[in-house]
């Protein structure tokens, strides 16, 4: 009271008093500060961190990208139905028996939403959508197991036999890509251009869904 962060008065007696609200909504600021004040120290996690020496292609802009997937908070978040319905749609509007909407740290790949996909995760070398990341354009493989790129890949030769991808960028207000909406096949394919179409207009719907959680 003596320093004036909360309003008081006397009473006849000469007795101060404090409203509770007063009180309680100073608390909450107080409080409010020192975790703001912690979560700036707290250090980053590794997988937030550049990799010193990866084995996949990195974008130019990977510190920011990370610190920005960092600060999203959306990497091993809750199941959310705003998500599930755009995977959902991209699902039936390219006929693909699976879609994703992939995360990417410095270690690895993370669905925020899936459909089609058993394995929630994998490694960041092994992900066809870290490859979104190096280009503005959607990035399409019509059969993987004839590109060099990715024909040894476990998820090519092996389960869940990958043969057709196809992802646009889940980005930031500020274009910072961190992640990508894609679909996959086991059979080797072509989408056709209102089927790309669609599969791009939800990847911006996915940004908008996470500039939202921002």
């Not at 608390?27 to 500060?33: D, F, K, N, S, T």
């Not at 937030?48 to 130019?60: H, R």
């Not at 072509?190 to 996470?210: C, F, H, K, N, T």
């Amino acid at each position: 009271m003596e320093s004036g962060d909360l309003p008081a008065w006397k009473t006849p007696g000469g007795h101060r008093r404090v409203r509770y609200s007063a009180v309680m909504r100073l608390v909450r600021e107080r409080v409010a500060a020192k975790e703001a004040g912690t979560a700036a120290t707290a250090p980053m996690a590794a997988e937030f961190l550049p990799a010193t020496a990866p084995d996949y292609p990195v974008p130019a802009n990977e510190a920011q990208r990370l610190a920005a997937l960092a600060q999203s908070g959306l990497m091993d978040s809750e199941d959310d139905a705003a998500f599930d319905r755009l995977t959902w749609l991209a699902s039936h509007a390219t006929g693909c028996p699976m879609a994703l909407i992939g995360l990417l740290s410095a270690e690895r790949q993370w669905c925020k939403s899936r459909v089609g996909v058993e394995n929630r995760e994998t490694i960041r070398s092994m992900a066809f959508c870290t490859h979104v990341l190096m280009q503005d354009e959607p990035f399409v493989v019509e059969d993987a197991s004839a590109d060099p790129r990715f024909a040894d890949n476990p998820m090519v030769i092996g389960a869940p036999f990958i043969r057709f991808y196809a992802g646009y960028p889940v980005r930031t207000a500020e274009g910072l890509t961190l992640g990508s909406l894609c679909v996959l096949d086991t059979e080797p394919r072509r989408l056709r251009g209102r089927e790309m179409r669609a599969l791009r207009e939800l990847a911006v719907l996915a940004s908008d869904e996470v500039q939202r959680r921002a």
